[in-house]
């Protein structure tokens, strides 16, 4: 019986929404057990408070952990913990090191399905967890929104909306990496048609940087876009996404915390594959690009990564989606479930 289990996930909000399913099976099969999670401070925001976590290990790659030093500065504040149980669910050395008797470790066999088509990643997770005798048969996803945060939704919207009562559509134009971002003139005319020809109503999610390409976007939004961005924390920002009767975006952390949240998506795919990381569940939510290149999708392959040259965003692979396309889809998915 493990009694001190590390659960060693990602740094990104899209990423650690999926570790998360591990954690019911993991409760269920050790239930006086203590779990912690490894991941970054980007993501506490929506995981703090989780009540099967009794810990969270902060891993900060580009300050005291940077480099060999950093590393290792990491792994002995790790092993002072005296873990019994360790769970890697990315690529990484650093269970060899970590002390615990217990090492599972996620591996190119749990990434596919015995026919060798690929698993999702939750999937991949819960495959990892059956090879050790816990009984995961369906991810389930659990975030610790609170009534606070709920109140906030229910407050801004009751504030800000201007189409009480219709459908609300979310959208996340901003992701981590320019270059699986659409153009804002793109966001701008599918917002327009959509509100006149469904009768619904967008609202906005994400979070500024310095990065200029989502300078840009925020600048270059029609002003008249309900926005939340800046203007909400993560479990504010994933109540209001409960209230969404349908959620748009590229490959980003918001557009898999609504398909973790169970509200349908339409996603824009390009520079990212449309395999393994997609909205869990809705693949018939996918917009795929369109484009004929050989470089697609970059995001998994150095010898061609950006190589477009549009790092700075408005990259060939998504600019060849079409709004059309995107607006029929998001049609036929409001047309499918979901409440505002």
Not at 85 to 107: Q, Y
Request: with cysteine.
């Amino acid at each position: 019986m493990l009694s001190r289990i590390l659960i060693v996930g990602h740094t990104n909000i899209g990423d650690i929404c999926y570790d998360l399913s591990v954690l019911p099976p993991l409760r269920t099969a050790f239930p006086q057990s203590r779990l912690s999670l490894l991941t970054s401070s980007a993501v506490t925001g929506l995981i703090e408070g989780h009540p099967e976590l009794e810990q969270v290990l902060l891993f900060n790659r580009h300050a005291e952990h940077k480099g060999w030093w950093g590393r290792l500065k990491l792994i002995r504040m790790i092993r002072r913990q005296r873990f019994d149980g360790v769970i890697m669910l990315k690529t990484s050395w650093m269970h060899l090191f970590l002390g615990a008797r217990n090492r599972w470790v996620l591996k190119r066999r749990h990434l596919f399905d015995p026919s060798g088509r690929p698993l999702h990643r939750a999937d991949s997770y819960l495959k990892l967890l059956r090879e050790h005798g816990v009984r995961a048969d369906q991810p389930i996803f659990r975030f610790p929104i609170g009534e606070a945060d709920r109140a906030f939704a229910d407050e801004f919207l009751k504030r800000n909306r201007k189409r009480p009562g219709r459908p609300l559509v979310g959208i996340s134009p901003l992701a981590n990496w320019a270059l699986k971002c659409w153009s804002p003139r793109n966001w701008n005319r599918l917002i327009e048609r959509m509100e006149k020809e469904t009768g619904a109503e967008a609202i906005v999610f994400g979070k500024s940087s310095a990065d200029p390409f989502a300078q840009r976007v925020v600048r270059e939004l029609s002003p008249g876009i309900l926005s939340a961005i800046d203007r909400c924390t993560l479990k504010q920002a994933a109540a209001l996404i409960e209230r969404c009767a349908l959620f748009i975006a590229p490959d980003t952390g918001l557009l898999h915390l609504a398909s973790c949240l169970k509200v349908p998506c339409v996603g824009l795919y390009g520079a990212t594959p449309v395999t393994h990381v997609i909205p869990y569940g809705q693949r018939e939510g996918l917009v795929p690009s369109t484009a004929q290149l050989t470089c697609m999708p970059c995001s998994t392959n150095p010898k061609t990564f950006a190589i477009c040259g549009a790092a700075g965003g408005e990259a060939p692979c998504m600019e060849a989606i079409s709004v059309e396309r995107v607006l029929e889809k998001a049609k036929e998915r409001l047309g499918t479930g979901g409440a505002a």
